[in-house]
């Protein structure tokens, strides 16, 4: 078999994998915080993050939304308005003193992973939204997780790798 038919075989056996085999599961090193945490709070993990979970309230897994670096530029930048705009405009802005709490914050629309989602689901969900890291939640939408597009990426090059040294 050549090179690209392995790639086209292993690809479609990853598609199958469930998401519980491949996400990151460790809670303890995921950046999270309350839906009440203050902005400098924010901006602490942000600085060293791409994005913060917000949960329910301290102590808590029950994820309500999440941040990343868009909604920080969105609320940092100067706001400009048009003279002739069609639909709402986002008001909210650091300079203008609405944006006070991780809640005012956070994206409220969450697109979520299961355990048992299939790795084709998921990338689905990610192309068509645009995403880049789905939650991976329980039944009770508690935080158990997360997925990321690196994270597969690095998983199918591991078994890539396998399937090319077992082959041989």
């Not at 048009?82 to 405009?89: A, E, K, T």
């Not at 299961?114 to 995403?131: A, C, F, G, N, Q």
């Not at 991976?136 to 939408?141: C, L, N, R, T």
């Not at 078994?159 to 041989?168: A, G, M, S």
Request: glycine fraction near 4%; hydrophobic fraction near 40%.
């Amino acid at each position: 078999m050549d090179d690209h038919r392995d790639l086209q075989y292993v690809l479609k056996n990853f598609y199958r994998v469930p998401v519980e085999h491949i996400m990151t599961k460790d809670l303890w090193n995921m950046p999270m915080l309350p839906k009440d945490a203050s902005i400098e709070e924010v901006l602490s993990i942000m600085s060293a993050r791409r994005h913060v979970w917000i949960m329910e309230k301290k102590g808590s897994t029950k994820v309500v939304g999440v941040i990343t670096e868009k909604d920080l530029l969105n609320i940092m930048a100067p706001k400009r308005i048009q003279p002739y705009v069609i639909g709402g405009i986002d008001l909210s802005s650091l300079l203008l003193g609405n944006v006070k709490s991780a809640e005012d914050l956070m994206c409220k629309k969450l697109i979520v992973a299961h355990p048992k989602d299939k790795i084709e689901d998921v990338l689905d969900k990610m192309r068509s939204y645009r995403l880049r890291r789905l939650p991976v939640i329980d039944e009770h939408g508690n935080l158990i997780g997360e997925i990321t597009i690196k994270s597969l990426i690095i998983q199918f090059r591991k078994v890539l790798k396998w399937y090319r040294i077992t082959k041989d």
